[in-house]
């Protein structure tokens, strides 16, 4: 909505779908969240597109990343511990 | 997500407990931050440079600072803020030496809807802007061998990750996959909380609807 438009009486399924990750992050301001609320009361396929928003974001969450090459790990552990087995300079 | 990859138990400690630790050259520590967060660092520093070998020496050099950097760290903020700061720096130093070509500062306007908007009701009727009968999700019926299709699913949502545009695939990993918080993610990549919510808005959009092509045919442009 933009400044000077009336506030909706309700908000729809095409709403839904656009202000999903708003609503799922808390960030709607309190009528917003309200009416979709109300929305979901009554919409089944609007409930049914929510839960696989949410099937799908807890799936995602296994999909494993790229690590780094063992080798580089590896240097990675060897300079930290030859960074502490060398005597610092004290910091002055 | 598998939150042992970036909380790994060992981490469940405090913060000041770990720096302490980390202070006194415990491997164990430091083997651990570097297992636990280089994937999500690697993701992060991939979206500044242009090439997989200059992300991954942008991370290692961040290891490095972090080593060197760790006595006089004064633990104000958290111990992962702290790195994914010197990462921001590297990666965007790094990035503008490469003059990568869609640097933070620019959100990528994309855009078509992701989601066809055949599937609602034109506006002015009386279900404007509903869903339509055909457009409607249909329920995502499970198959009776529920590991196999487990591990389906996850190889065809690792492939749409991994072909979202840059920006959105980023945000999509460093907050679906490795679980961090909204702040963190707009600190680590400089990037305004709204910003941050319309990249992953249109990246969980396009995966959700790739799921749904996976399980119902639906047209592949996300109708």
Same mark, same amino acid.
């Given at each position: &909505?933009?400044?000077? /438009?009336?506030? !909706?009486? /309700?908000?729809? @399924?095409?709403?839904?779908?656009?202000? %999903?990750?708003?609503?799922?992050?808390?960030?709607?301001?309190?009528?917003?969240?309200?009416?979709?609320?109300?929305?979901?009361?009554? @919409?089944?396929?609007?409930?049914?597109?929510?839960?696989? $928003?949410?099937? $799908?974001?807890?799936?995602?969450?296994?999909?494993? =990343?790229?690590?780094?090459?063992?080798?580089?790990?590896?240097?990675?552990?060897?300079?930290?511990?030859?960074?502490?087995?060398?005597?610092?300079?004290?910091? !002055? | &997500?598998?939150?042992?990859?970036?909380?790994?138990?060992?981490?469940? &400690?405090?913060?000041? /407990?770990? %720096?302490?630790? +980390?202070?006194?050259?415990?491997?164990?520590?430091?083997?651990?931050?570097?297992? *636990?967060?280089?994937? $999500? $660092? =690697?993701?992060?520093?991939?979206?500044?440079?242009?090439?997989?070998?200059?992300?991954?020496?942008?991370?290692?050099?961040?290891?490095?600072?972090?080593?060197?950097? +760790?006595?006089?760290?004064?633990?104000?903020? +958290?111990?992962?803020?702290?790195?994914?700061?010197? +990462?921001?720096?590297? *990666?965007?130093?790094?990035?503008?030496?490469?003059?990568?070509?869609?640097?933070?500062?620019?959100?990528?306007?994309?855009?078509?809807? *992701?989601?066809?908007?055949?599937?609602?009701?034109?506006?002015?009727?009386?279900?404007?802007?509903?869903?339509?009968?055909?457009?409607?999700?249909?329920?995502?019926?499970?198959? !009776?061998?529920?590991?196999?299709?487990?591990?389906?699913?996850?190889? =065809? %949502?690792?492939?749409? =990750?991994?072909?979202?545009?840059?920006?959105?695939?980023?945000?999509?990993? &460093?907050?679906?996959?490795?679980?961090?918080?909204?702040?963190?993610?707009?600190?680590?990549?400089?990037?305004?909380?709204?910003?941050?919510?319309?990249?992953?808005?249109?990246?969980?959009?396009?995966?959700?609807?790739?799921?749904?092509?996976?399980?119902?045919?639906?047209?592949?442009?996300?109708?």
């Amino acid at each position: &909505m933009t400044v000077g /438009e009336r506030s !909706p009486v /309700e908000l729809v @399924c095409q709403d839904l779908v656009a202000l %999903l990750t708003d609503y799922l992050e808390g960030s709607c301001d309190a009528t917003t969240t309200q009416l979709l609320d109300s929305h979901l009361d009554g @919409c089944p396929d609007c409930r049914e597109y929510v839960a696989q $928003m949410k099937a $799908m974001i807890e799936q995602v969450g296994y999909v494993p =990343l790229e690590t780094l090459s063992p080798g580089t790990q590896q240097s990675l552990v060897e300079a930290f511990r030859d960074f502490h087995q060398s005597p610092r300079p004290t910091a !002055p | &997500m598998d939150h042992d990859l970036v909380d790994p138990p060992l981490l469940s &400690m405090p913060d000041a /407990e770990l %720096l302490s630790r +980390l202070r006194d050259g415990d491997e164990g520590a430091f083997e651990h931050i570097v297992t *636990a967060w280089s994937p $999500m $660092m =690697l993701r992060m520093a991939r979206s500044f440079v242009s090439t997989q070998p200059s992300a991954e020496e942008v991370v290692q050099d961040t290891w490095l600072a972090v080593i060197r950097g +760790l006595d006089a760290f004064e633990g104000r903020s +958290l111990l992962r803020t702290w790195v994914l700061g010197i +990462l921001h720096n590297i *990666a965007r130093t790094r990035g503008a030496r490469e003059a990568r070509s869609v640097p933070w500062s620019s959100i990528a306007g994309d855009e078509e809807s *992701a989601l066809d908007p055949s599937r609602f009701e034109a506006p002015g009727g009386p279900w404007a802007r509903h869903w339509t009968d055909d457009g409607a999700p249909r329920p995502w019926q499970p198959s !009776p061998d529920a590991l196999v299709i487990a591990s389906e699913i996850r190889r =065809l %949502l690792a492939t749409a =990750l991994a072909r979202l545009p840059e920006q959105q695939r980023t945000v999509v990993s &460093m907050r679906d996959v490795s679980g961090l918080s909204s702040d963190e993610v707009c600190d680590a990549l400089g990037i305004t909380a709204a910003n941050q919510r319309v990249l992953l808005h249109r990246g969980r959009t396009k995966l959700r609807a790739e799921l749904e092509h996976y399980y119902h045919g639906h047209d592949s442009r996300g109708g």
